[in-house]
């Protein structure tokens, strides 16, 4: 896992907690086939998706994220958003998106898809604002359209 303290960061709006605590717990329990978690260990990779960070409480009305969350968002080794409407109109989410983007750079933030429509606009829309474009070294986005994994 290298440096990493967590696999993966969970974003998501709290609106759809119930599906974050799930695909934390799925995760977590994951277990790879037999071969595939053989070969993982003899290349010196982790066979487990443990553990898997998801912010449980509110986030602080601050006009940023609070020194866990930076902290966790700097040891994690990828992000996973939440997407759907709620997630597409959270500043908090975004923020989590544009600040990964800055520590780590592309390629490593992952889409799922709960509800809604992708580049829908509107109430459709699933996709926060840092997903829809691409985004520069500063995390801030640019005019171009992103396509998300």
Not at 51 to 71: H, M, S, T, Y
Not at 75 to 98: D, G, H, M, T, Y
Not at 118 to 135: I, K, Q, S, T, V
Request: proline fraction near 7%; aromatic fraction near 8%; glycine fraction near 6%.
């Amino acid at each position: 896992m290298g440096d990493y303290r967590y696999r993966a960061f969970v974003s998501y709006s709290h609106a759809d907690e119930q599906a974050g605590a799930w695909l934390q717990r799925s995760l977590e329990q994951f277990r790879a086939p037999r071969e595939l978690a053989l070969r993982l260990a003899e290349a010196g990779k982790p066979v487990r998706l443990a553990p898997v960070f998801r912010d449980r409480e509110d986030l602080p009305v601050a006009g940023n994220l609070n020194d866990a969350i930076q902290k966790a968002l700097a040891e994690s080794e990828f992000q996973i958003v939440l997407c759907s409407p709620n997630a597409a109109k959270s500043r908090w989410v975004n923020e989590e998106i544009k600040l990964f983007h800055r520590l780590h750079g592309n390629g490593r933030t992952f889409a799922l898809i709960l509800a809604g429509k992708p580049n829908a606009g509107g109430d459709e829309e699933c996709f926060p604002h840092a997903l829809r474009f691409a985004l520069n070294s500063d995390g801030e986005p640019t005019e171009a359209p992103a396509e998300p994994l």
